[in-house]
C-alpha cells in the first residue's frame, strides 16, 4: 500500500511539472492588447534581459512598432522599424485598405536586431520584400533604410545555420537563402506543403535537439486558424509533420478567445518555452470583435527530442514563473495601458504612440502653433472616405491623427476649437477601422434648419461601414450647437460602456460633467468587413469633404483612459494602469 501511495505522488508530481498549466504565475491575456497582429518576438540577455516584440501594421504610419519588456507583462513601445517616408516612398500609392506591411519577423543576431517583411500590394502589383535592422532598439532613428529583396511569398523568416548561411522561410511554405546586406535570394524550394489546411503561411524555423522545426499557421487567419509543426534533421527537409497537429488552436471550441495562430516560440532566461500568437476576442460567433486580432502570450513544454506541447490561449492565463515586475526600459513611447493625457505643450512632438493611415502630408498637424498654445492644429484632406470613382483617396494623404483602441471598455475625449467657414468643412472624432468603415462625430458646416442659404456649424454623428456584414448602421444625427458653446471649444466623448456598443457625446467645457449624448453605434460596424487585418483606431479628423474648405481646426486636452478588459463572456478585469 505505501508503495502505491508513493507511486501515485510520485504520478501527480510529475503530471504537474510537464504541464506548463501547472506552473505558477498567473497574468492576463492579451499582453499587447487592441490590434497587434502577428507578433514576433526574441529574448535578449545582451540588452540587460529584455523581450522585444513587433507586430503587423498594413497602412499605418509609423509601422513596425518595437515593444520591450523585463518580465512580459508590462510592454513599452521602443520604436518603430518603419518610421520614415523614405523607407518605403510608394507607399501612399496603395488604393486597398489590407494593403501595405504585411507579418513582420523580428530576429537578433550578433548584436544586430533584424526587421524582416513585405510590402503588399493586393491589386495585383505584387509584393516588396524588405529588411530592416538597427543595433539600437530604443531609437527611430536607428532603424536602417530597408534592404529590398526579391520576395516569393508573405510572412517571411530569418535562421542562421551553423554552416554560414542565412535561410529566409515565407509563405507556401518556401525556403530560401539570402544575404541579408544585398538582399540576393537563391531560388525558392517548397520543403512542406503542411497538414492540408488553406493558406500554409507564417513559417518559423527553430533548431532543437538536433532537429529542425518548421512552425506554420494554417486555415486561414479566420476561426478556422491554427498553428502545425513538422521537423527534419536537414534544414531542406524533408520534414516530418506532427501526429498531434495542431499544437494551437481554437477552432471546434466555444473559447472567448478565437482565431489562435500565427504564432512565435521563444524562451525565457530560465530557458523555458512561450509562445505569442494573435487572436480575436469574440468567441466563435466571431462578429463583435472591434479591437481586431491582439497578441495572446501561453506557455510551451518542450522536452529533449520531442514535439512541443503549447497551452491553449485564456484569459486569465496560467504560466512558467515570470521575471520580477520591472519597468526599468528604454524608448520614448508609453507603456500599454498608459492613459494618455495630453495637452500639446510648445516644443513637444507627438506622442510616439500617435499613428496615421498612410504617410501625411508635411504641415498637416502642428503642435502649439503660434497663436495657438496647448493645440494641435489640423488643416484638412479632400476626405477621409473612398468612393467606387476613388480609390485612392487619401493617397495624398489624411488629416487623421489615432492611437489603438487598447481597452474593451475606456473614455476618450479632446476639446475642439473649429470655426468652419465653407459648406461641408468638419472636424471632430472617431473610431476608425479602414476608411471604408469608421463611426464619426463632427462639428460640420452645414445649412441652417430656418434658412437654407444660410450656413451655420452643426453637430454630426454618422457611421460609414461599406463592407459590415452585421446589423444596420445607424441613420445620421445632425443637431444644431447651443449659442452660448460657440464661442469656446466643445468637449467631444467617445466611451465603450461595454464591449458592443460605442457612444458619442458632447459637453460644454464650461461644464464637462454634463453630457449630451449625441449617437450610439453597434462595434459591430467596425469588426472584419473591409478590415479583416487591421483592428479599432481612436482619433480625431478634419476634412473638407470634398468641397473647397481650408479652415484649419484646433485640439486640445487628448485624453484617453482604459476602463476594463474582458478577458471572458462574463469577466472584466480592471484596465492596466
Not at 19 to 45: E, M, Q, R, Y
Not at 278 to 293: C, D, I, K
Not at 326 to 339: E, Q, Y
Not at 408 to 435: C, H, M, R
Amino acid at each position: 500500500m505505501y508503495s502505491v501511495i508513493v507511486w501515485t505522488l510520485l504520478l501527480i508530481v510529475e503530471v504537474a511539472f510537464a504541464t506548463p498549466s501547472k506552473a505558477n504565475s498567473t497574468f492576463f491575456n492579451p499582453i499587447l492588447p487592441g490590434w497587434h497582429s502577428d507578433p514576433s518576438c526574441v529574448f535578449v540577455p545582451e540588452e540587460d534581459h529584455t523581450f522585444f516584440c513587433l507586430t503587423s501594421t498594413f497602412l499605418v504610419t509609423p509601422g513596425i512598432p518595437i515593444y520591450a519588456s523585463k518580465d512580459l507583462v508590462n510592454w513599452k513601445l521602443a520604436s518603430h522599424a518603419f518610421n520614415r517616408r523614405s523607407q518605403f516612398p510608394r507607399m501612399n500609392e496603395s488604393s486597398d485598405q489590407n494593403d501595405g506591411i504585411f507579418a513582420v519577423t523580428l530576429r537578433y543576431h550578433e548584436g544586430v536586431f533584424y526587421a524582416i517583411t513585405v510590402y503588399s500590394y493586393r491589386t495585383g502589383e505584387g509584393i516588396f520584400g524588405l529588411i530592416f535592422n538597427t543595433t539600437d532598439p530604443y531609437s527611430n532613428d536607428a532603424w536602417s533604410e530597408p534592404v529590398a529583396y526579391d520576395a516569393s511569398g508573405i510572412d517571411p523568416d530569418l535562421f542562421w545555420h551553423n554552416n554560414g548561411k542565412v535561410y529566409m522561410a515565407s509563405s507556401g511554405t518556401i525556403l530560401q537563402t539570402i544575404d541579408l546586406s544585398t538582399g540576393v535570394v537563391s531560388a525558392p524550394v517548397s520543403i512542406w506543403n503542411g497538414t492540408g489546411g488553406a493558406y500554409p503561411e507564417g513559417p518559423h524555423i527553430y533548431h532543437k535537439d538536433d532537429y529542425y522545426y518548421l512552425m506554420i499557421g494554417e486555415g486561414g487567419t479566420e476561426t478556422n486558424h491554427s498553428e502545425t509543426i513538422a521537423r527534419s534533421r536537414n534544414i531542406d527537409g524533408p520534414y516530418e509533420s506532427y501526429e498531434g497537429n495542431p499544437i494551437l488552436t481554437a477552432r471546434r471550441t466555444t473559447n472567448y478567445f478565437q482565431t489562435v495562430g500565427h504564432a512565435d516560440l521563444f524562451q525565457d532566461g530560465n530557458e523555458n518555452w512561450w509562445a505569442v500568437a494573435l487572436s480575436t476576442r469574440s468567441g466563435p460567433e466571431w462578429a463583435n470583435y472591434p479591437m481586431g486580432r491582439e497578441t495572446v502570450l501561453t506557455p510551451v513544454t518542450w522536452k529533449e527530442g520531442e514535439w512541443p506541447v503549447v497551452d491553449s490561449v485564456h484569459g486569465e492565463q496560467r504560466g512558467w514563473p515570470l521575471p520580477k515586475p520591472n519597468k526599468k526600459i528604454g524608448g520614448s513611447g508609453p507603456f500599454l495601458g498608459d492613459p494618455d493625457v495630453v495637452d500639446f505643450e510648445p516644443g513637444s512632438k507627438l506622442p510616439a504612440h500617435f499613428v496615421t493611415w498612410r504617410w501625411p502630408q508635411d504641415g498637416t498637424f502642428a503642435v502649439s502653433p503660434p497663436g495657438h498654445p496647448n493645440s494641435l492644429r489640423l488643416k484638412p484632406s479632400k476626405t477621409v472616405t473612398p468612393t467606387d470613382e476613388d480609390p485612392l483617396a487619401g493617397a495624398n494623404g489624411l488629416s487623421l491623427l489615432m492611437r489603438v483602441q487598447t481597452d474593451t471598455l475606456f473614455t476618450y475625449t479632446v476639446d475642439l476649437s473649429f470655426n468652419p467657414k465653407v459648406l461641408d468643412e468638419e472636424a471632430g472624432v472617431t473610431i476608425f477601422l479602414t476608411q471604408r468603415q469608421h463611426l464619426d462625430l463632427g462639428v460640420v458646416m452645414l445649412p441652417s434648419s430656418n434658412n437654407s442659404l444660410k450656413l451655420e456649424p452643426k453637430l454630426r454623428f454618422r457611421t460609414t461601414g461599406a463592407g459590415t456584414t452585421v446589423g444596420s448602421l445607424p441613420q445620421p444625427v445632425v443637431k444644431s450647437i447651443p449659442e452660448p458653446w460657440l464661442k469656446h471649444p466643445i468637449t467631444l466623448q467617445i466611451q465603450a460602456k461595454n464591449d458592443t456598443h460605442y457612444t458619442f457625446s458632447v459637453a460644454s467645457i464650461r461644464d464637462r460633467g454634463t453630457t449630451h449624448v449625441i449617437g450610439v453605434a453597434p462595434a459591430t460596424i467596425v469588426s472584419g468587413g473591409t478590415g479583416p487585418f487591421t483592428g479599432s483606431l481612436v482619433g480625431v479628423y478634419a476634412t473638407s469633404n470634398n468641397g473647397s474648405g481650408t479652415t484649419e481646426s484646433y485640439i486640445s486636452r487628448w485624453r484617453y483612459t482604459g476602463d476594463g478588459q474582458k478577458i471572458d463572456y462574463n469577466r472584466i478585469v480592471e484596465s492596466k494602469k
